[in-house]
């Protein structure tokens, strides 16, 4: 195999995006080039597909793989979904009443603050380190559209689910969970966009200080 | 030679590489070719990823530069890299030291 060829099939195959992308990809240049002109077989570096994954694991963690990458999302939504459920289903609130009112509904019981928070606390630490991985992609805007996409459906198919339930109107009940589910899920996805941005900053920022320094 | 020795010691190696000078990759895996036996040799492939890994972790830090009139990312050892590798030296000698007399008892005893 050519290092031409070598080089496509190692940047098709890794994931990580930005600085990091960048002087990655030097190294592995400089490298090859280096095995181009000292003819050395044993400087190979084997499968760049295989050596794009190691990369992907290192920088990208739990999210390595796109189909990881499509779960937090659906999770994050999820737990949202089973902040408003939960009362609910323990007969806290009525399902004809809106969905909103349900926190209110559930009066002065001891579990319901504390649940409350943990799914807050997850929520949110789920979301920031799913910012972190976003940030380290090199296809940034395709990743967060395809958040963007799960977090609507979900939310539709959820919402709808549950504004079907509610309501004897399925008209009223679909434009209502339409309704509903778009201003979380653009919250949601801004909230991703917005942190992914900002970390990509910061790691623009460690990386050009690497440089500095050197 | 069984590659998963080599492999769960391999950042024993590459630290201890590493403290002795700094260096970029290249030099690196032309070091690892030139004093290991070919039994022994490290996979290149398997560099680059371990020294992204040890970065990452803090054991060692990288900084570009001008070398040869080329742009080179090279590694050195951070102070926590240093107490890494005392613990892995360890370690390894109380390994080492374990096996070694577990395999002479074993040839006596035949």
Redesign the interface.
């Known amino acids: 195999m050519s290092s031409k060829d070598f080089l496509e099939r190692f940047e098709q195959a890794l994931l990580v995006g930005g600085t990091l992308r960048k002087?990655?990809i030097?190294?592995?240049c400089?490298?090859t080039e280096?095995i181009e002109v000292g003819k050395?077989q044993?400087?190979?570096?084997?499968?760049p597909e295989?050596?794009a994954q190691?990369?992907n694991?290192?920088?990208l963690g739990f999210f390595h793989t796109t189909w990881r990458l499509i779960l937090p999302p659906g999770l994050l939504y999820e737990g949202l979904l089973l902040f408003m459920l939960v009362p609910y289903i323990l007969g806290f609130g009525s399902m004809n009443n809106n969905m909103s009112s349900s926190a209110s509904n559930t009066g002065g019981a001891d579990w319901f603050w504390p649940f409350m928070a943990i799914i807050a606390i997850l929520g949110l630490s789920l979301a920031l380190v799913y910012c972190r991985a976003l940030s380290k992609l090199y296809h940034l805007r395709d990743y967060i559209l395809v958040t963007l996409v799960i977090v609507i459906t979900l939310g539709t198919l959820t919402f709808g689910g549950l504004a079907v339930v509610s309501s004897s109107n399925l008209l009223v009940a679909f434009m209502g969970a339409f309704l509903g589910t778009i201003p979380q899920a653009t919250f949601i996805g801004l909230f991703l966009t917005v942190g992914a941005l900002f970390y990509r900053r910061i790691e623009q920022k460690s990386s050009s200080r690497?440089?500095s320094?050197? | 030679m069984n590659k998963e020795l080599l492999k769960g010691n391999s950042e024993l190696l590459i630290l201890s590489l590493l403290a002795g000078e700094p260096m970029h990759g290249y030099a690196l895996s032309k070091k690892l070719v030139s004093t290991m036996p070919d039994m022994f040799r490290f996979g290149v492939g398997m560099l680059y990823p371990l020294l992204h890994k040890l970065e990452h972790e803090g054991l060692i830090t990288s900084r570009w530069r001008e070398i040869d009139n080329k742009n080179r990312r090279v590694y050195e050892v951070t102070k926590r890299g240093r107490r890494g590798l005392i613990a892995r030296k360890k370690d390894w000698f109380t390994f080492q030291k374990t096996i070694n007399t577990l395999v002479q008892n074993a040839t006596h005893e035949q």
Do not use: C, M, N, V
């Not at chain 1, 044993?42 to 499968?47: F, M, T």
């Open positions: 002087e990655i030097t190294e592995i400089q490298h280096e050395s044993a400087l190979d570096l084997g499968d295989k050596l190691k990369y694991h290192t920088h690497r440089r320094i050197g």
